[in-house]
């Protein structure tokens, strides 16, 4: 295996550890005074793993990226989980609504990409931000800050500030998949590593967490699609 990776040292990091993201870059996290000899004898001694989670037939699989639908009436989009079905205004409205449906301004149609984008955006700030202070309180563990943020490759991330990053595509997702995200980053709070004490963790809190990882594993280009 001849992958680069990607070395980001840190004066609060105790352990080191090895992540491969979804766009298949290799990033290793160690602490601030780790020699390079040392981080390359570990990534050698998790070549095997690192082969197997590059190659992952699902997860890291090279699809096309899905287009994005069009804003025409007619057509759907998702929300929680769920397909709505769109409804183009031409008059008398200047902002995206929804009622059982998407009723969109005329002018929002017109845009090439991303005309859904803030409202998306919007509703993840207001339905999924506090489920992670509930989840957190559940768990027993403290977090600085949660955000939606935008990041194409990742769902959600734990920084080692303990802030709480998400993704705001995930508004997208039905929320028992949100909730394991959220439960996820908040678990490496306790965890760093997904060791079997974190899946542990995860299980108990979130009972469809198989369920929930396959969904995203099927649906997480269908969440990406511009809209």
Request: net charge positive; aromatic share 8%.
């Amino acid at each position: 295996m001849d992958s680069e990776y990607t070395v980001i040292r840190s004066e609060k990091r105790k352990k080191l550890t090895i992540t491969v993201e979804r766009d298949r870059s290799i990033v290793v996290h160690a602490p601030q005074h780790t020699s390079d000899e040392v981080i390359n004898q570990v990534v050698e001694a998790k070549r095997r793993w690192i082969y197997e989670k590059v190659n992952h037939h699902q997860k890291y699989q090279d699809l096309p990226h899905p287009p994005g639908k069009e804003l025409v009436n007619g057509e759907s989009a998702l929300y929680l989980g769920r397909q709505y079905q769109i409804e183009i205004i031409k008059s008398g409205l200047n902002e995206i609504r929804f009622v059982q449906r998407f009723m969109i301004p005329l002018s929002y149609a017109s845009r090439k990409k991303g005309a859904m984008r803030e409202w998306y955006i919007v509703r993840a700030k207001e339905k999924i931000l506090p489920r992670v202070s509930k989840h957190a309180q559940e768990l027993g563990v403290e977090f600085k800050k949660a955000k939606i943020v935008d990041n194409r490759y990742r769902w959600g991330s734990c920084t080692l500030r303990d802030n709480i990053n998400l993704n705001w595509r995930l508004i997208k997702a039905p929320m028992f998949v949100i909730d394991y995200v959220i439960v996820h980053e908040l678990a490496h709070l306790i965890e760093a590593n997904h060791t079997s004490t974190f899946w542990n963790i995860l299980r108990a809190q979130i009972p469809k967490m198989e369920k929930a990882k396959s969904w995203l594993s099927e649906n997480g280009q269908i969440l990406e699609q511009d809209v």
